[in-house]
């Protein structure tokens, strides 16, 4: 009867939302490595480098997602530590570490809190929490990043007040997110990429076209790298700049609270 397919579908439906968090977190990693050949590896490492990590920094990874630029710092902090033990300079280890990744989706953070718990670090804390809103003290972070997440705020410029108020002075803020390419060629070359490639390719490894539709909409949506600058030197951040990558696909922005 059509109501006993009714029953079935329903049944379906439950099972299927109850494997978003599953499918959504694999399909994630799988498609960031598919649609930028594997490039937003080098694009998080390019970002941690410029953040200069050190050993008892206080860090804020904002839309930190699955913790990919979390791990990366801590990383970088556990290597300098362990340089640092051979060279006995114990002193720079005494205060602790903290790394804290605010997400506004639990599913997100939960692969994250997953994948620390196999590397058994207790210097991440997991937070959630919208990035419009940030739930930490004024002046308490050394470093703020947010990689592929600012686009996805509804006001940038209160996520980037909330970043300003939560920085110590000397504080870092970097920004890593898909931007504009305005080199002739290479652009049309992206265009056709962005609007024809992403969304037949969402379709096919995540089932997803619309929400690949909307990536590619949200970019072109997101203001060209001078505009983005100007409103993060609008936040009360000095010395801002950008980086583009790859003639501009990604770019870097970053400013400090002096
Ligand atoms: N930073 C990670 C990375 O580079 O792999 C994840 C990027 S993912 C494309 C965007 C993330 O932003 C998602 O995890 C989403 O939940 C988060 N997000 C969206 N709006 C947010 C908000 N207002 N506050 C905090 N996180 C937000």
Redesign the pocket.
């Known amino acids: 009867t059509s109501f006993g397919f009714k029953e079935v579908r329903e049944e379906e439906k439950r099972q299927l939302v109850g494997n978003v968090f599953s499918s959504v977190a694999s399909s994630?990693d799988l498609m960031?490595d598919l649609m930028s050949g594997g490039l937003?590896r080098l694009w998080?490492d390019r970002l941690v480098s410029m953040l200069n990590p050190f050993p008892g920094m206080k860090h804020l990874?904002?839309?930190?997602?699955?913790g990919?630029?979390a791990f990366r710092i801590l990383e970088t902090v556990n290597s300098i530590k362990r340089r640092a033990l051979q060279d006995v300079l114990l002193d720079e280890l005494q205060e602790e570490t903290r790394i804290y990744i605010?997400?506004?989706?639990p599913n997100?953070l939960n692969v994250g809190k997953e994948r620390a718990l196999e590397r058994g670090d207790k210097s991440l804390v997991w937070v959630e929490?919208?990035?419009?809103a940030l739930c930490f003290e004024d002046r308490t972070m050394d470093g703020y990043t947010?990689?592929?997440?600012i686009r996805?705020?509804?006001h940038i410029e209160k996520?980037l007040a909330e970043a300003y108020r939560v920085l110590k002075r000397g504080g870092r803020f970097l920004c890593?997110e898909l931007s504009h390419v305005e080199i002739p060629v290479f652009k049309e070359l992206y265009d056709y990429y962005s609007f024809s490639v992403i969304p037949a390719m969402g379709e096919l490894v995540a089932g997803d076209r619309s929400s690949y539709q909307y990536l590619v909409e949200s970019i072109r949506r997101f203001p060209p790298q001078e505009k983005f600058a100007s409103m993060i030197a609008d936040a009360g951040f000095q010395k801002v700049e950008y980086e583009n990558l790859v003639g501009g696909v990604v770019a870097i922005h970053s400013g400090l609270k002096i």
């Open positions: 994630y960031n937003h998080k990874d904002v839309a930190g997602g699955t990919d630029v605010c997400d506004i989706n997100m929490g919208d990035a419009e947010i990689a592929f997440g996805n705020v509804t996520a890593l």
